[in-house]
């Protein structure tokens, strides 16, 4: 049983839920399907009907647009009404079944009654798709010939619909179109002024061609509209159809737009709609508007121009904010043709910023960003600075970025630019995006010294000032505190009268820590308070040592940070700003960048997104870091072979030993060409950067001595300071015994005889034997003297012999220059070395060394070690 | 400049009247009307009655608890479409004789019916009051007298009357002479 569409509305509207509401929808369009199903007849207009109604409120309602067809085709003009009323709106253009649709229109276009045929135009130019367009053009033609105005005004905008569609038609048209302007009725006349707009713009060519001879008829026209008396028909408040005459006002500032002559014809009529026009209400306003518009935009003379600037600066002051909106938008339009004009009132557009209306705001906006020149940017841009404090944060990014634009063009100044910036940044640092960020410091950076003091110590200020939330000043802060630290410690009084005073390199440090430790502190404010860190260590470098080592601390601190980049960014860090390494040079100030090419740069998207220098600082931090890495691995080499020496597996080790040692070298090699040298202008960084591997032990790096002494005492922790004791203590003596014996080297040799020296073989390989030869002067005194004896048993002789010892901590030694470097063969001679070696700790440790012998036989490279333990007691 | 669409909103946010003369899909339809809810609804009166937004620009005007909302192309004289907008606004008020919204809820098909009278294609179509009002009459007259001579399906008792079911709410005859004569 169907219900009256009044009753479903009824119910509709009684439910009190959303899900309620869904119900007797969907009860409703299951009762329509029904109906549908079986073909109800009777009931197919009103289930239509409540179609309408539901597709309203957004149910689907798909499924009756067949119904629809079907009412288009019944024969009474009730459910025509409501089936061409359902057409459009429940079917849009893509709908497929509106082909279907064409044969019924075409049928009705024909009909006798008006009203049927205006229900079919109607539609037409509502709905009609580009074929359906083609096909019914001609007969949409004809009736723009039709006795009935109602008719011909509705086929006029069923053109308008056809044409838009299907330009291609429009010259087809278009003298039909011009016929239309000789009509009496006010509805034809304004469907066809409004017709010849449509077709200036979607053919320009072809309508402005057809059209521009009969500018005089418009004008006519208007003429007319103005001197008509009182016409009750057309009346709005006083003024007779105003709608058609802001139409033709339209039309005509699209005709006269670059045309000379046609222009001349209007500017008569402007003039008069300028001055005559009744201002008091909207419909006046509205023709004053478009008239403005007209004189503007067409080739008008000078002093219409000038009525036109004078009407919009009233406009401006009027109390009705759509007045003033209209006002702004079409001073925003004039402001290239005429800026001084409109310079003139920029006191008023300015107080429009104020306005609560946020539609006038941003007019307001955009016409002062226009506005800015050269002359009056400082109270612009302070203005702009003002409502940035106060517009919603939404808009605060884009007013940021415009801003920088203005700063870009029409800065007087360094130091103006620079204030700006900071100011900016303070007021929305955290709304700006990056590229306000990179070019403020670039800025900053590129500035003169006296300025570049200024904007540290005032970005210090801000920052002191700040609750921690302007992101983006932090970060320009922080990295200008980096990169110009040392200015603080200096006071600034600046041109304009500000001074700051001298801080203390503690108290900067400790503003940066203070940002750093506060809970809206950022990863990306850490990064740069991190570089700031390591920077200041070499912009204070020259306070006392508590500074820097306050610095190293925070430094250090970020090892331990969560943030895997922070981390290893601190460990790169630390090892670039200890004593002596190398971060002088790679941390010394950045070299200028130019803002043009840092623009450019930007723009091609080369530049990392976050876009300020610090990341590039960040970046160039790695081959630092990586170089000292790199430079570390250099002594690393040496001391990798003394490991495997000390390894205890003389079998494995010399294959070993030179692999990592060449690798360790290449790479250290390849970082240091490649990325070193490039990345710095300042000396390569010393090996003395090695500490990563090991820290204090290798400082005497070649020695090697006390190195291995660690090796073998195997907890070199405790052993470290006991060796460094005694060693010292044992030093001074050393030298008498050294000179005693120098003289008289071969003192040894020629007691020879002597058979109290102990003798024993301490290497045999190859063909190379070696003998230790040990001779004490007291045997109670810790100081020995070792001979070592080179034999060669083979057919080849040794060349380029490099004998090596290495011994414990706890024995000192000194190698005297050996005999010779060759060793003859077949026994043919033999060559000698003297080692001195005093045993600190006779009696408890034997004396021990490790040898290493490298010479060349026969072209081949040789490389032996080995251990020397059989010492006599004794010794 | 034709109209993009023209949509009548309640102070709720529920659409009354809606009509698109641009071709838009169904989620373009539900931006627009979301945009509106969000954008539109919530303006004090002092503002101006134009807003733009990504793009779309819509001027409006509030009558009592209906937001008429045009969206308009951006060169559109925004003053004009504000006096478009309240004629359309009397000639509903004139065939209603003061129409509320709960007119306009009960005899949508009406209302639709006065605005393709007042804008086709999304130009304006007819500027006299008067001459839309004769043409809605007569062609209710034509209803009615079709619904008369159509006896198949005036069967009271099923509720069937074409009268009844095209004179909703209160019967516009007498509306409409009433109107006529003030």
Not at chain 1, 133 to 146: F, N
Not at chain 1, 343 to 352: G, L, P, W, Y
């Amino acid at each position: 049983m169907s219900i009256k569409l009044r009753d479903l509305i009824r119910s509709v509207r009684s439910c009190k839920t959303a899900s309620e509401e869904r119900s007797v929808i969907s009860r409703e369009s299951a009762m329509i399907r029904t109906a549908i199903r079986e073909e109800q007849e009777q009931f197919r207009h009103r289930n239509v009907a409540k179609l309408l109604f539901m597709h309203m409120l957004g149910y689907a309602t798909h499924f009756g647009q067949l119904e629809c067809l079907k009412l288009i085709a019944s024969p009474h003009f009730p459910e025509k009404r409501i089936g061409y009323l359902g057409l459009m709106l429940l079917l849009s253009e893509e709908a497929d079944v509106l082909m279907l649709a064409t044969n019924s229109l075409k049928n009705d276009l024909n009909h006798s009654n008006q009203f049927i045929v205006g229900l079919a135009l109607c539609t037409i130019g509502n709905l009609a798709t580009p074929d359906m367009s083609r096909d019914l053009a001609t007969e949409v033609d004809k009736h723009l010939r039709s006795g009935s105005p109602y008719i011909r005004k509705k086929a006029a905008l069923a053109m308008a619909r056809c044409l838009t569609k299907c330009p291609d038609m429009v010259e087809d048209f278009v003298e039909r179109i011009v016929s239309l302007l000789k009509d009496r009725s006010h509805g034809v006349l304004i469907t066809a002024v409004q017709l010849m707009s449509c077709v200036c713009e979607i053919e320009p060519e072809v309508g402005k061609g057809s059209f521009v001879r009969l500018v005089p008829s418009l004008v006519r026209l208007l003429r007319n509209l103005l001197s008509m008396g009182y016409s009750p028909e057309h009346d709005v408040s006083g003024i007779s159809d105003p709608f058609l005459q802001v139409h033709l006002l339209r039309l005509m500032t699209v005709l006269g737009e670059g045309n000379e002559e046609a222009s001349e014809q209007m500017n008569d009529i402007l003039a008069q709609v300028a001055t005559n026009t009744e201002t008091a209400k909207n419909a006046g306003n509205a023709i004053l508007y478009e008239c403005v518009q007209c004189i503007m935009t067409v080739e008008s003379e000078e002093g219409l121009r000038v009525l036109a600037i004078n009407i919009l600066g009233r406009f401006l002051l009027n109390r009705d904010n759509n007045i003033r909106y209209v006002a702004l938008n079409t001073l925003g339009k004039v402001v290239l043709q005429d800026s001084a004009a409109v310079q003139r009132h920029r006191n008023t557009i300015v107080d429009c910023l104020k306005d609560p209306d946020v539609s006038i705001r941003t007019r307001a906006l955009d016409l002062i960003f226009k506005l800015v020149n050269l002359d009056n940017v400082e109270g612009l841009t302070a203005e702009l600075l003002n409502y940035l404090v106060v517009c919603q944060s939404e808009n605060k990014s884009d007013i940021c970025t415009r801003t920088l634009g203005v700063v870009d063009k029409f800065s007087p100044n360094e130091r103006w630019r620079v204030d700006t910036l900071i100011t900016l940044l303070t007021i929305a640092g955290k709304d700006c995006d990056d590229r306000v960020l990179s070019a403020s410091s670039t800025y900053i950076a590129s500035s003169k010294d006296g300025v570049k003091a200024y904007a540290v110590h005032k970005l210090v200020k801000a920052m002191r000032d700040d609750d921690g939330t302007q992101e983006g000043l932090l970060i320009v802060a922080i990295w200008c505190i980096g990169e110009f630290g040392d200015m603080l410690l200096n006071p600034h009084t600046s041109e304009n009268g500000v001074s700051y005073q001298a801080l203390e390199p503690l108290n900067v440090i400790s503003e940066v820590e203070g940002v750093t430790k506060q809970v809206t502190c950022t990863n990306a404010i850490r990064q740069r308070a991190l570089t700031c860190f390591a920077k200041l260590t070499v912009r204070f470098a020259h306070c006392d040592a508590g500074v820097v080592q306050k610095l190293r601390v925070l430094v250090n601190k970020f090892k331990a940070s969560i943030n895997l980049e922070l981390q290893i960014r601190a460990c790169e860090y630390s090892n670039l700003i200890v004593e002596g390494g190398s971060g002088k040079g790679s941390l010394a100030r950045m070299p200028v960048v130019d803002p043009k090419v840092a623009g450019k740069k930007s723009l091609r998207g080369s530049m990392s997104s976050g876009g300020i220098d610090a990341g590039a600082i960040a970046n160039s931090s790695i081959p630092g870091g990586g170089g000292a890495v790199g430079g570390g691995q250099d002594v690393g080499g040496d001391l990798l072979d003394l490991l495997d020496l000390g390894g205890g597996t003389p079998a494995a080790a010399p294959a070993a030993a030179p692999t990592t040692n060449q690798s360790a070298i290449q790479t250290a090699q390849s970082t240091d060409a490649d990325l070193l040298s490039d990345i710095f202008a300042a000396p390569m960084p010393t090996p003395s950067g090695a500490p990563t591997v090991v820290p204090p032990a290798m400082g005497g790096g070649g020695g090697g001595g006390d190195l291995l002494g660690d090796m073998f005492g195997g907890t070199p922790a405790p052993l470290a300071p006991v060796a460094q004791a005694p060693a010292p203590a044992a030093m001074p003596p050393q030298p008498p015994v050294v000179d005693m014996f120098a003289p008289q080297p071969v003192a040894p040799a020629g007691n020879g005889g002597t058979t109290a020296n102990p003798t024993f073989t301490a290497f045999s390989k190859d063909n190379l034997t070696i003998e230790f030869e040990t001779r004490k002067e007291d045997l109670s005194s810790q100081s020995c003297e070792v001979v070592a004896t080179f034999k060669n048993s083979g057919s080849a002789d040794m060349t380029g012999m490099n004998f090596q010892v290495a011994v414990p901590k706890y024995i000192t030694m000194e190698m005297l220059p050996p005999s010779g470097t060759t060793v003859p063969c077949n026994g043919g001679g033999n060559v000698s070395q003297v080692v001195k070696v005093t045993n600190t700790q006779m009696g408890t440790k034997k004396l021990m060394m490790k040898l290493k012998i490298s010479y060349t036989c026969a072209g081949a490279k040789v490389e032996e070690m080995a251990t020397a333990s059989g010492f006599p007691v004794g010794y | 400049m034709p109209y993009n669409y023209l949509i009548l909103m309640s102070k709720q946010g529920v659409v009354r009247l809606a009509s698109y003369f641009k071709t838009y899909t169904d989620s373009d339809k539900n931006r627009i009307t979301r945009f509106i809810q969000n954008d539109v609804l919530c303006r004090t009166p002092k503002m101006c009655n134009v807003i733009e937004k990504n793009g779309q620009k819509v001027v409006y005007r509030r009558y009592a608890s209906l937001y008429f909302i045009a969206g308009v192309q951006p060169d559109q004289n925004e003053l004009a479409v504000l006096e478009e907008i309240h004629l359309f606004v009397e000639i509903l008020d004139r065939y209603f004789g003061n129409v509320c919204e709960l007119d306009i809820i009960f005899n949508f098909h009406r209302a639709y019916a006065i605005l393709y009278e007042v804008f086709v294609a999304g130009y304006v179509c007819e500027t006299s009051k008067n001459e839309a009002i004769k043409r809605i009459a007569d062609m209710d007259r034509l209803v009615e007298e079709a619904t008369q001579h159509m006896d198949d399906s005036s069967n009271e008792e099923n509720g069937l009357s074409y009268t009844m079911q095209m004179q909703l709410g209160r019967r516009p005859t007498r509306k409409i002479n009433k109107s006529m004569s003030v």
